[in-house]
């Protein structure tokens, strides 16, 4: 059985940092892009980042390129998403999500999402 | 960046109603277009996978068409746990996007 299982959210100040981790089970993480999506309280959905099966790979969405860095080590299984310089609109829930082997972009399977808030 | 325009925002059915909700694209994308329903609380789930493919364990009741710019989802005969919020989603380029979603009440 596939599962992610997001953690590290919590509440930070506005110019703060915090690192998400998701830790991957039931498939072979390495032969798999992974994505970083979220959702702010009451709104839609907004893909972050993803990387590709070795690392070599990443992209981002505008609003976060130069603050998030997206990452993952193949041998524990796990993503990471590490984030700096928050900002109020940067609180929602965090899903980690498996992308796609090869070709186009699937999002299968998701985890239960970890909830960062930026507030003072 | 691709927007995607989803229509309505939301519609009340009642459980048997046939429900269809349309997606569509600022610009061509083939047929990159995948389906996810969302309940409250919950982590979406994968519906349909390149406009017309459908995830293993969903149930037929749920289909997908359309090509280029314009979709559609369908729910065959609504059912008491497809009262959720339905959003599409390009996979033709990056950034990848979404569609601001469609919420499914009860009538």
């Known amino acids: 059985e596939v599962q992610l299982v997001e953690s590290g959210g919590g509440l930070v100040q506005p110019g703060g940092s915090l690192r998400l981790s998701c830790a991957a089970s039931g498939f072979t993480f390495g032969t798999y892009w992974m994505s970083w999506v979220r959702q702010a309280p009451g709104k839609g959905l907004e893909w972050v980042a993803n990387i590709k099966q070795d690392g070599g790979e990443r992209y981002y969405v505008d609003s976060v390129k130069g603050r998030f860095t997206i990452s993952r080590d193949n041998g524990k299984n796990s993503l990471y998403l590490q984030m700096n310089n928050l900002r109020a609109e940067d609180t929602a829930v965090y899903y980690c999500?498996?992308?796609?082997?090869?070709?186009?972009?699937?999002?299968?399977?998701w985890g239960q999402g970890t909830l960062v808030t930026v507030s003072s | 960046d691709i927007q995607m325009t989803q229509s309505p925002s939301s519609l009340s059915a009642s459980v048997g109603d046939r429900v269809t909700i349309t997606c569509r694209a600022s610009?061509?994308?083939?047929?990159?277009l995948n389906w996810f329903q969302q309940k409250p609380g919950k982590a979406p789930k994968l519906l349909i996978y390149?406009?017309?493919r459908l995830q293993s364990g969903v149930p037929s009741r749920f289909s997908g068409s359309g090509s280029g710019t314009d979709f559609t989802l369908t729910i065959s005969s609504l059912q008491p746990e497809d009262f959720a919020t339905y959003y599409c989603?390009?996979?033709?380029?990056?950034?990848?996007?979404f569609g601001g979603g469609t919420k499914v009440e009860i009538k």
């Open positions: 999500v498996r992308d796609k082997v090869e070709g186009p972009t699937n999002l299968d399977y």
């Open positions: 390149t406009a017309s």
């Open positions: 989603q390009q996979s033709d380029r990056g950034p990848l996007t």
């Open positions: 610009q061509s994308i083939s047929t990159y």
